[in-house]
């Protein structure tokens, strides 16, 4: 890495009429360094979220770090929305004040897709972690009026793609919002038994079919266990699972 005043220096001189084989010489620098800084990005790079838009800026071609995004889309399918109804979009996913590592990677999951600055309101037993951003929407086109078990939830063709490329990581956000781990007792023959299982539960039947598609595409098995709630028990399923997921902490 060079130093940001190094980059100035280059720009200054070839501002003043040099070209890129004579401010590479006088800074003893690679032509095509300085060539990247003059001429291929001749303006310092901007972080504003305008930028990080993959859908408005053509300079970006996917939501940045697409296995967070994974991740994200999973929070905000489960305990997520969006209000856009204010001047500026605002994305809110609650999380439980139990979980207080959840929090924060539900914090740095929005830091890392989009948001520049993250709000923590605390509620009663829970924390809406926010961001308002002109951008939410267009990353998560989802958004609409009304609670998400009462419209469809269709995911488009980018956002499959990226699931696609990463269940796991959209499973992890399903499970960290509307699933758990947790221990199961059955008792067969008057002998009782504890082994762990992973239950997803969710009214959105849109919803829960993404959530059978993300296992499905891992060769996790899985069942219903009620009309709204899934279940994955089997040792080698929870295994796996386990490695995407695990318990929430
Ligand atoms: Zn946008």
């Given at each position: 890495m060079h130093p940001p005043q190094m980059r100035a220096r280059a720009r200054a001189l070839r501002a003043r009429g040099h070209n890129i084989h004579s401010v590479a010489r006088a800074l003893s620098l690679p032509y095509s360094t300085v060539w990247h800084w003059c001429?291929?990005?001749?303006k310092p790079a901007k972080f504003g979220t305008e930028l990080r838009c993959f859908r408005c800026s053509p300079?970006?071609?996917?939501?940045?770090d697409p296995e967070t995004y994974a991740y994200l889309l999973g929070l905000y399918l489960g305990d997520g929305h969006m209000v856009t109804t204010d001047r500026v979009p605002v994305l809110r996913i609650y999380c439980s004040d139990a979980w207080p590592n959840l929090i924060d990677a539900c914090d740095g999951a929005m830091r890392a897709v989009l948001a520049n600055k993250v709000q923590r309101i605390q509620k009663q037993g829970c924390v809406a972690v926010q961001s308002t951003g002109k951008h939410w929407p267009c990353l998560l086109?989802?958004?609409?009026?009304?609670?998400k078990h009462e419209r469809p939830i269709v995911l488009v063709d980018w956002q499959r793609a990226i699931i696609e490329g990463h269940p796991g990581h959209f499973l992890r956000g399903l499970f960290h919002s509307d699933g758990c781990r947790s221990a199961n007792r059955v008792t067969v023959r008057g002998k009782e038994y504890v082994y762990p299982r992973y239950l997803f539960s969710n009214r959105s039947s849109d919803i829960m079919s993404l959530c059978q598609w993300a296992l499905d595409l891992l060769d996790i098995s899985w069942r219903m266990n009620l009309p709204w709630s899934l279940s994955v028990a089997r040792r080698d399923a929870v295994a796996t699972l386990d490695r995407h997921v695990g318990p929430k902490s």
């Open positions: 001429v291929d990005r001749p300079n970006v071609g996917n939501p940045t086109p989802q958004h609409g009026p009304g609670k």
